[in-house]
């Protein structure tokens, strides 16, 4: 099992730029697919972006596709999630997750074993 917490949410003006990282302790990234999830008030928990194990092929949900991008540092056995461009539409909770499956990109909340505690983003417009 893996556990995992999220840092550097906050409040930023559409437009900006936000950096989270989730932090993991336990089986390392060489064994986890990771991934990042968010969840707006009302909402559904929905797929942001993922990352494999090893070499760290990418993947990300249409509607972050060119603002956001995905990256780990293995050595610190961190991942990163920088934000750019943001927009009211992505304020939510936004959750760190690793993968039930070595092989399979955690893409859909069915595919997580382990969850961070989240952290807030909030875009002002």
């Known amino acids: 099992q893996v556990q995992l917490v999220e840092s550097g949410g906050g409040l930023v003006q559409a437009g900006g730029s936000l950096r989270l990282s989730c932090a993991a302790s336990g089986r390392t990234f060489s064994t986890n697919s990771m991934g990042w999830f968010r969840q707006a008030p009302g909402k559904e928990r929905e797929f942001v972006a993922a990352?494999?194990?090893?070499?760290?092929?990418?993947y990300y949900a249409d509607s972050v596709k060119g603002r956001f991008t995905i990256s780990k540092d293995n050595a610190k056995n961190t991942v990163y999630l920088q934000m750019n461009s943001l927009k009211p539409e992505d304020t939510g909770v936004y959750y760190c997750?690793?993968?039930?499956?070595?092989?399979?990109?955690?893409?859909?909340?069915?595919?997580?074993?382990?969850w961070g505690q989240g952290t807030q983003v909030t875009v002002s417009s």
């Open positions: 990352i494999s194990r090893g070499f760290g092929s990418t």
């Open positions: 997750a690793a993968g039930k499956n070595p092989a399979v990109l955690p893409t859909t909340t069915q595919r997580v074993a382990s």
